[in-house]
């Protein structure tokens, strides 16, 4: 391990959310730390990333259908039009579909406002061998519910600490939780609305309450930053991806996937009967040969 | 429609099981009855075909966004190796994650048991505006139940009109259920299950009872026969895919599914708003800017 940091610097690390020096309004949305510096050398690295990715997800897949308790849930976060559609698109789709299970949190219906905040959220983890991706997540709930209001002060300030409790839980029963900010500026997410306004085809993903949050952009920087800071731990760390270049975005969250799996290190599982002999059963005694 | 059937013939009505005249003894596990003749021909049209489903499958989700109904759910079954998780992944693979959900049934767990068989299927339905796949599904209460004995005759006889009436009312409600039965040879299956001992990174896809599945080929025939012939509705056909060759199972189930969303012709929502008038805020009235 301290070979390889030390050859190559860790995706996650540059990204990683550090609480007591984390500042999200000093972060640049276009920045490019480490990686590739165009959108052409993405492209060349997103073959090689999307073939690892593929193979230690089918090693996770395998280790699961062998009795493994491990999964990945990637959780995506960031206001409207930074992307997280895009991002699942890009780093999922090189994976196998039968190995991941998308999950989108939208406003809570009123079945699920009869539960705790956390009750839909544990409904749709990954199961064992899974890689599980929510698209927006438990964080709404110290987010649009602390800007707008939706819940007394008292209510949300708690909410961190449960989060924090229930993260751990989920690393301590195999979850490996990795969490992504998407961060845009104010400019280009007010390009991005334009253009899905503009683009008839685009126009179902625009709501004239979009407009509304993005009034609110600051107090959203606000929230965020106490969710960012107030809930990286060791157990289920913050990653903050720039995310005004697209295919800046798409490079960093499937290296730090890549590399959260290649931590992992899942493993075949070693079969519980002997290959030989069934090879001679298929073989020799097949009734059916 | 009637001129473009003239044009080219369905690739559905090329397989679909037709009660009264249906045989599966009788059916080439080999056959390329439409569509590519080659493996290399059968690649390029991969291509297109993925687009194809690609796009109606966003117009698909935009409808669900915009509070459409209707979702796609397409089922599959074969003996194992048959290539469930083959097709999958090539058939699912140029889908948008995000709208797609993949869902497999093992044997059921004591939990499951303790509720009626479609009890498990229906929690794992896919939401509106999706694709749902089911890797095996409720069909298995009427195959290896049967086979095996899991369940007295009388309580599999009565699952075929059970089976219908629950997948009536799923198209009742905008489920479009299209359901493959992926067809191969005793000889193939073979070489499948040899091939998954030979290789240590396969080896965890076999399970010893696989053999004992197998020694039973033509009871599965005659259970397949029956749940093929019993369930093929018009609400929700069968389709019977020579599944052989891979490619040309893969072709097959990929331009069942695309017939099937081109007949829906999903809609992209009208905007609840104007987008003039949204243009204007985000151009002139926004404080951001």
């Known amino acids: 391990m301290a070979k390889k940091s030390a050859r190559s610097p860790s995706v996650r690390d540059a990204f990683r959310v550090v609480p007591g020096t984390f500042d999200?309004?000093?972060?640049?949305?276009?920045?490019t730390p480490v990686g590739p510096r165009s959108k052409s050398a993405a492209a060349r690295d997103a073959v090689e990333v999307g073939a690892r990715l593929d193979r230690l997800q089918e090693a996770l897949y395998a280790e699961g259908a062998g009795g493994g308790r491990r999964s990945v849930l990637l959780v995506l976060q960031g206001v409207d039009t930074?992307?997280?559609?895009g991002t699942i698109r890009h780093v999922a789709g090189p994976l196998n579909p039968q190995g991941l299970h998308v999950a989108s949190f939208k406003k809570p219906t009123?079945?699920?406002l009869r539960h705790d905040f956390l009750w839909r959220v544990r409904r749709r983890l990954p199961e064992p061998g899974r890689i599980g991706v929510f698209d927006r997540s438990h964080y709404e709930d110290v987010l649009v519910?602390?800007?707008?209001?939706?819940?007394p002060a008292?209510?949300?300030?708690?909410?961190?600490?449960?989060?924090?409790?229930?993260?751990?839980?989920l690393a301590e029963s195999g979850v490996t939780v990795v969490k992504c900010f998407l961060?845009?500026?104010?400019?280009?997410?007010?390009?991005?609305?334009?253009?899905?306004?503009?683009?008839?085809?685009?126009?179902?993903?625009?709501?004239?309450?979009?407009?509304?949050?993005?009034?609110?952009?600051?107090?959203?920087?606000a929230a965020y930053q106490d969710a960012l800071v107030k809930c990286s731990t060791q157990a289920a760390p913050w990653f903050a991806i720039p995310a005004d270049r697209k295919w800046y975005r798409?490079?960093?969250?499937?290296?730090?996937?890549?590399?959260?799996?290649?931590?992992?290190?899942?493993?075949?599982?070693e079969p519980s009967y002997d290959p030989l002999v069934e090879l001679a059963r298929l073989q020799e005694a097949d009734p059916l040969h």
Request: hydrophobic letters at 40%.
């Open 250 to 269: 798409n490079w960093a969250v499937a290296n730090v996937l890549l590399e959260t799996l290649q931590e992992l290190a899942p493993r075949y599982p």
């Open 183 to 221: 961060h845009i500026s104010p400019e280009r997410q007010r390009q991005r609305l334009v253009a899905r306004l503009e683009n008839p085809a685009k126009r179902w993903k625009y709501d004239p309450a979009d407009l509304a949050a993005r009034a609110k952009f600051s107090q959203y920087s």
């Open 145 to 151: 519910a602390r800007v707008d209001r939706l819940v």
């Open 110 to 112: 009123r079945a699920e």
């Open 154 to 169: 008292a209510e949300w300030r708690r909410r961190y600490r449960l989060i924090n409790e229930f993260e751990a839980e």
């Open 24 to 31: 999200v309004t000093a972060l640049d949305p276009a920045a």
């Open 82 to 85: 930074s992307g997280k559609g």
